[in-house]
């Protein structure tokens, strides 16, 4: 079909008005899929039968893997899926000084998606303005938007409609964009022409993330056992991490960003996401050293804690989890200034805590001692 009777076409017309409409609210990227049943079902079947998603029960109870498999059981009639992507910023005060500097075993390292107010309210917003933009075209359209905990293969849609491909750290990657992106959606009943799929794997024969992976979490090209990974161990495991693990965790004390942060396709990215398109700021920021952060969570109640924290995305391991984090931390760090605070949390009410201080103290002096 000729680019001239291609613009002349309605649907491609408003479709296009559409994507010009959602980007001005925002969004980094904006694409259109099709709401059947995406290709790698089957992957995703298998990842459950092999209880790869750990302790995340929720992505394995049969209704969910229903909904999540076919669009049309979330949304009965779903038609299109408008996918949408953000991108985010950096933390800011860990950027500044000595010992938050990257890199230095003092710092808590945190997924840079946390940085600022929580990305599922920054999306819920904007997508109930993409909702309003879709029903104004389509009056009689049924929506539904999500974002992240919906019942939606994110990734594998965002792919179909074209907007990058999954690199082998299982990322949403885009070339120019990289990957330090977040995808929310919104299912309509409304027909609109897909975009064409992202068919190009740019990954090649590159395997960096595979081998930065500090857990072996990728256990092969698309292939993730959430139960080795950091950010799950740190923000969606309740309870003990396996000790066998905890080492690797080094200063990572709230997801992990490694196997983004090794990609080339994130070089020359710049540091922010593009202008004006990150997610914002508007949170508290934790202090800028793990021991500053632990005595911090320490001097609070866990209701103090929330108050401070249930804007950010930081808030989901809880104040239990945060502690617990963060004597894997200090322990890694072989730091002596985090004694006192690891002394203290042998005090604390939750178990979890006080097993995770007594190995903290132990592998700080192991760690004191080789010098490493
Ligand atoms: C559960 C979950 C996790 C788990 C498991 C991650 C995983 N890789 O499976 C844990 C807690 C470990 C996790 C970690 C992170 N997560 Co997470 N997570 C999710 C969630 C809720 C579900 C993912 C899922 O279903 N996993 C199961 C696997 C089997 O499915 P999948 O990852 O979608 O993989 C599919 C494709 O890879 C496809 N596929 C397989 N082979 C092939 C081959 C080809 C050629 C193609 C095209 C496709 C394809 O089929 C798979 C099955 O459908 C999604 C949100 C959502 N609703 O989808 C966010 C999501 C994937 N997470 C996200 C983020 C940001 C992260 C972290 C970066 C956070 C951090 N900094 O700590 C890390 C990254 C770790 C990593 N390398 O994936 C973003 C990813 C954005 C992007 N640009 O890709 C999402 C989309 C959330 C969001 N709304 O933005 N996460
Ligand atoms: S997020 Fe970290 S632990 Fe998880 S797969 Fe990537 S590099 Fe490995
Ligand atoms: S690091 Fe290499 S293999 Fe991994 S996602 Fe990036 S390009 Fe693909």
């Keep these: 079909m000729s680019s001239e009777r291609r613009r002349a076409d309605p649907a491609i017309e408003t479709r296009e008005s559409l994507r010009a409409a959602a980007l001005r609210l925002g969004f980094l990227q904006v694409g259109f899929a099709p709401a059947t049943v995406p290709p790698h079902t089957a992957a995703y079947l298998e990842w459950l039968r092999q209880g790869r998603q750990g302790e995340m029960a929720w992505m394995a109870r049969e209704d969910a893997v229903r909904r999540r498999l076919d669009p049309n059981e979330a949304l009965p ?12 910023a950096r933390v800011p ?75 082998k750290n299982t990322m949403l990657i885009h070339p120019a964009l990289g990957s330090w992106s977040l995808i929310g959606e919104v299912l309509t009943t409304a ?16 395997s960096r993330c595979i081998e930065a992976c500090p857990t072996r979490a990728i256990t092969g090209p698309r292939e993730l056992d959430a139960r080795l990974c950091i950010s799950y161990l740190t923000i969606e495991l309740r309870g003990p991490i396996p ?18 942060e090794v990609c080339p396709w994130n070089d020359g990215v710049p540091a922010g996401g593009l202008a004006g398109h990150a997610t914002g700021w508007g949170g508290p920021v934790p202090p800028s050293t793990m021991v500053s952060w632990i005595e911090e969570l320490l001097d609070l109640s866990d209701e103090e804690f929330r108050s401070r924290y249930c804007e950010t995305a930081l808030a989901r391991p809880g ?7 963060l004597c894997v931390g200090l322990g890694n760090s072989g730091d002596p200034r985090a004694l006192p605070a690891l002394m203290r949390c042998l005090d604390e009410v939750s178990p979890v805590v006080r097993e995770h201080a007594a190995w903290g103290l132990a592998r700080l002096a192991e760690v004191r001692a080789s010098g490493s």
């Excluded at 009639?77 to 985010?88: F, H, K, N, P, S």
């Design 319 to 325: 104040r239990e989890g945060l502690l617990r984090n």
């Design 243 to 260: 000790e066998a693990l905890r080492p690797a965790i080094g200063n990572r004390v709230f997801g992990c960003d490694i196997c983004q």
């Design 191 to 206: 027909e609109i022409p897909p975009d064409p799929p992202f068919e190009a794997d740019r990954c090649g024969t590159c």
């Design 93 to 167: 005060n860990l950027e500044a000084g000595d010992e938050s500097a990257p890199g230095s075993p003092a710092r808590p390292a945190i997924a840079r998606y946390a940085a600022g107010r929580d990305y599922h309210r920054v999306f819920e917003e904007r997508l109930a303005h993409l909702d309003d933009v879709i029903r104004e075209r389509f009056p009689s359209a049924e929506t539904r938007p999500y974002v992240d905990y919906g019942p939606v293969m994110e990734r594998e849609h965002a792919q179909r409609a074209g907007l990058g491909w999954i690199g």
């Design 77 to 88: 009639g779903c038609r299109t899926l408008v996918i949408a992507t953000l991108g985010y």
